[in-house]
């Protein structure tokens, strides 16, 4: 099994940036695909960006798109969603995904794995 876990989250003004963390555990990733989602309150949980870990391409919201940005670190094992530029319809808790046998996908019903999820409140 795999166990993921964020972190970085917190309250930052409008226009901030933040840097939000994935920790995997019990698996050391080869293949698959990587996902940072979204859910604010009151609304379905929404894809933000991913990326495919074995050949490292990307794919991001509309929404996000110019102001994030997903990376890795193959030595520790951990995905990154570094956010810029951020805006309060930001607001959010943010939940680290991943699918063991897909290349990426922005539909959270194909992940098999996720974490606990980390709140980002961006105020104006």
């Known amino acids: 099994q795999v166990q993921l876990v964020e972190s970085g989250g917190g309250l930052v003004q409008a226009g901030g940036s933040l840097r939000l963390s994935c920790a995997a555990s019990?698996?050391?990733?080869?293949?698959?695909?990587l996902a940072w989602f979204r859910q604010a309150p009151g609304k379905e949980r929404e894809f933000v960006a991913t990326l495919s870990w074995s050949a490292g391409s990307t794919y991001y919201a509309n929404s996000v798109k110019g102001r994030f940005t997903i990376s890795r670190d193959n030595t520790k094992n951990t995905v990154y969603l570094q956010m810029n530029s951020l805006k309060p319809e930001d607001t959010a808790v943010y939940y680290c995904a991943y699918a063991a046998n897909l290349g990426g996908t922005t539909r959270p019903g194909f992940y098999d794995y996720w974490g606990q999820g980390t709140q980002v409140t961006v105020s104006s």
């Open positions: 019990g698996r050391t990733f080869s293949s698959g695909a």
